[in-house]
């Protein structure tokens, strides 16, 4: 894969590792930074070898420090408007890339890290993780989708509590409020992570691929209309070949080997 200035990236398996390096600003978001992410997540959606994304932070300080506070200073009304948009639509190609990602948090994941993280499907925290929304200390709000996410994701009272606060919380307190899935030792984390993706990335990709998207467009819907929608593409998932070679391998008592292609 190409080389990128802000960014670490290597394919094991079927599972591209991605990491914000820019150090010297404990990851924090930059426009470079935003840019690069989004060509990354296209080159990601288009490559078939991979099935799983892990995203973590390089160092073993940041997972991401949140937005570049020194490139916000400067910001007037329209910048800032603008800013917003271009990363909370990159936090939605995130959250609708077709294939699961996993948020590795590996320290401070604070303003703009925390809404990183919580535009993964899954966020798995390093013992020495760290979140919050500071913004309000800053004269802010948070500008990346963490006053929508944050409250469907713990409920609007732990969210408020975070957000009017701007007080961090450390990985156990994630954990309870339901922030984070697991907690899990620092040095461990990624091994943690690369296993959890394995044991995605060995059952159907395209119903994996598809289960996301049942429960992401799910959740914005009513729940009858959620219950139809799961119908339709559950009836979708009998196009693909693997339906046919995951019914066949339990039949005959084998593991299934899928490729996540629709039927000719
Ligand atoms: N931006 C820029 N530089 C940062 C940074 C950040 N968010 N966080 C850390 N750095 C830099 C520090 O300035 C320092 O650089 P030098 O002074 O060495 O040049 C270097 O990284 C190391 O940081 P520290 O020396 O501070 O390291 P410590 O271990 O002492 O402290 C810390 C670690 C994470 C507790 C501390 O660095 C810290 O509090 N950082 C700021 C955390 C924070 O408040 N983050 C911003 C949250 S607000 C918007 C859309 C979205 C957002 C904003 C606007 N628009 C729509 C406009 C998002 C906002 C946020 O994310």
Redesign the pocket.
């Known amino acids: 894969m190409q080389q990128w200035e802000n960014f670490l990236i290597s394919v094991e398996e079927k599972t591209a590792i991605v990491s914000f390096n820019r150090p ?3 990851n ?3 426009y470079p930074v935003l840019k690069e992410l989004n060509e990354i997540l296209d080159v990601l959606a288009a490559d078939d070898s991979v099935y799983t994304v892990i995203l973590t932070g390089a160092g073993d ?2 997972f ?9 200073s400067a ?1 007037n009304v329209e ?3 603008l ?3 271009a ?2 639509a990159l936090l939605q190609k995130i959250e609708e890339l077709e294939k699961p990602v996993i948020a590795a948090v590996n320290g ?1 994941a ?6 990183v993280a919580m535009a993964c499907d899954i966020r798995i925290a390093s013992e020495r993780a ?1 979140f ?4 309000v ?2 004269g ?1 709000i ?3 989708a ?1 006053t929508q996410r944050l409250p469907r994701l713990v409920g609007r009272g732990a969210a408020k509590l975070l957000i009017f606060t701007g007080k ?1 919380i450390k990985a156990d307190e994630a954990l309870r409020i339901g922030l984070c899935e697991a907690v899990v030792p620092h040095a461990e984390l990624l091994d943690y992570c690369k296993k959890l993706a394995a044991d995605i990335n060995k059952n159907g990709p395209t119903a994996v691929r598809l289960a996301k998207a049942a429960i992401n467009h799910g959740l914005d819907m009513d729940l009858r209309s959620g219950f139809r929608f799961e119908s339709f593409v559950f009836g979708h998932c009998f196009a693909t070949e693997d339906h046919d070679e995951g019914t066949r391998a339990f039949a005959e008592k084998r593991k299934a080997s899928f490729t996540g292609k629709y039927k000719k």
């Open positions: 010297k600003a404990l924090a978001l930059n300080k940041a991401i420090a949140g937005g570049d506070i020194k490139d916000m910001m910048e800032g408007k800013y917003a948009y990363g909370t401070y604070l303003g703009g890290g925390t809404e760290v919050g929304q500071p913004e200390g800053l802010l948070p500008g990346f963490g961090n």
